[in-house]
Nanobody
Framework: QVQLVESGGGLVQSGGSLRLTCAAS????????MAWYRQAPGKKREFVAQ???????EYADSVKGRFAISRDNDKSELYLQMNSLKPEDTAIYYC????????WGQGTQVTVSS
C-alpha cells in the first residue's frame, strides 16, 4: 500500500510559478512510475506529466516547456515545477503512482489569476 500526499498549491498570478510536492509513504516509491494529473471545474481529469523509475519523462502538449516533473527516490517525493502559469492551468492537481495498480493523492488546488 502506498499513500500519497500533495502539497504546494495556491493562488498565483498569470506568469508566476509554483512547485508541487507529492510525498509518498512506504518503500515502493522508487519502483513506481509516477505522474501528475489535473482536473479543472466541469472537466475530466487529464494527464499532465509522468516520470518512470528510471527518470524518463513525458508531458502533455499543453505544459511542454513550462512544467518539469522530477523525483527524489531517497526522500520518496515527486515534484512538479510549474512556470509561466496561465489561467487555464487552474485545477486540482493530483499525483498518481503505479502501473497496474494505481494510487492517488487527495489533490492540491492551483488557481492562476489573470
Amino acid at each position: 500500500q502506498v499513500q500519497l500526499v500533495e502539497s504546494g498549491g495556491g493562488l498565483v498570478q498569470s506568469g508566476g510559478s509554483l512547485r508541487l510536492t507529492c510525498a509518498a509513504s512506504g518503500p515502493l516509491f522508487r519502483f513506481l512510475a509516477m505522474a501528475w494529473y489535473r482536473q479543472a471545474p466541469g472537466k475530466k481529469r487529464e494527464f499532465v506529466a509522468q516520470i518512470n523509475y528510471g527518470g524518463s519523462t513525458e508531458y502533455a502538449d499543453s505544459v511542454k516547456g513550462r512544467f518539469a516533473i522530477s523525483r527524489d527516490n531517497d526522500k520518496s517525493e515527486l515534484y512538479l515545477q510549474m512556470n509561466s502559469l496561465k489561467p487555464e492551468d487552474t485545477a486540482i492537481y493530483y499525483c498518481r503512482g503505479g502501473s497496474n495498480t494505481y494510487y492517488w493523492g487527495q489533490g492540491t488546488q492551483v488557481t492562476v489569476s489573470s
